[in-house]
């Protein structure tokens, strides 16, 4: 039996406070759709961090996000026009800033960043909808992977 297509959304967009409120819930609602459900609450965390990080980090705050979902897999992705690789150190919990790549490393099976001619890619997966379950923000364990 053949696996479905893959679905998507994409959307151009200023990350501006109220843009990243309107794709958060943009985000959850094709979760759902996709019946992906399990992963919206950290999805939309992430989908925060991403498009946070792209108005923090670039000069215009311009960036695409781009949702894809397959049978197995859920693939998020933020590009925008920064070379600057994001970073995931141990955070100083008493500060403001400096924990979400942390957070968003906990949260999800991968991801990475690439670097494009316009700038970069960040993206993270979640896998297999059969095999998941509760996601722990703090004892998960993964890798980014980089490409050039």
Known sequence: MAEAPTRYFRQRLNSDPE????MRRIAAAFLRNWRWDHVVDPAVLCVTELLSNAR???VSGN????????ASCVRITVSDNSEALPVVCEPDWLTERGRGMF???KSVDAW???????????????WGR??????DAVAGTT???WTA
């Open 130 to 135: 059969e095999t998941a379950g509760p996601r």
């Open 19 to 22: 843009a990243i409120g309107h």
């Open 143 to 145: 890798q980014p992977r």
């Open 103 to 105: 957070l968003l490393s």
């Open 63 to 70: 960036c695409v996000l781009l949702m894809q979902a397959s």
């Open 112 to 126: 990475g960043a690439n670097l494009t001619p316009q700038g970069k890619d960040v993206w993270i997966e979640f």
């Open 56 to 58: 923090q980090h670039t």
